[in-house]
Nanobody
Framework: QVQLVESGGGLVQPGGSLRLSCAAS????????MDWYRQAPGNTREFVAR???????YYADSVKGRFTISRDYAKNTAYLQMNSLRPADTDVYSC??????????????WGQGTQVTVSS
């Protein structure tokens, strides 16, 4: 009913930049908070950034000053601009959106993730 699709991942050198996109589609009546998380094999999932319905943003300490989350309300899409990338940023990045869907119920939806690899 609602799908989230991430894109924009890839292989970059340390110090490089990437912009990730998370596009929501389907029976969306209202798109609330949108988050980015990341997870490496064997590790727990880590919160990266959040943008609320009203546009307030929150960041993990590890990415403050380097990453910027934004959204395009008309396109139901969230973005994560990642600058000054480090090898420690290597992870699968997934988006999460709180959505009021066609059932008039607010639920969280997850995308499948996109791989970001930072290596020289």
């Amino acid at each position: 009913q609602v799908q989230l699709v991430e894109s924009g991942g890839g292989l970059v050198q340390p110090g490089g930049s990437l912009r990730l996109s998370c596009a929501a589609s389907g029976s969306i009546l209202r798109l609330n908070d949108m988050d980015w998380y990341r997870q490496a094999p064997g590790n727990t999932r880590e919160f990266v950034a959040r943008i609320t319905t009203g546009g307030s943003t929150y960041y993990a300490d590890s990415v403050k000053g380097r990453f910027t989350i934004s959204r395009d309300y008309a396109k139901n899409t969230a973005y994560l601009q990642m600058n000054s990338l480090r090898p420690a940023d290597t992870d699968v990045y997934s988006c999460k959106a709180n959505v009021v869907d066609g059932r008039l119920i607010a639920v969280d939806y997850w995308g499948q993730g996109t791989q970001v690899t930072v290596s020289s």
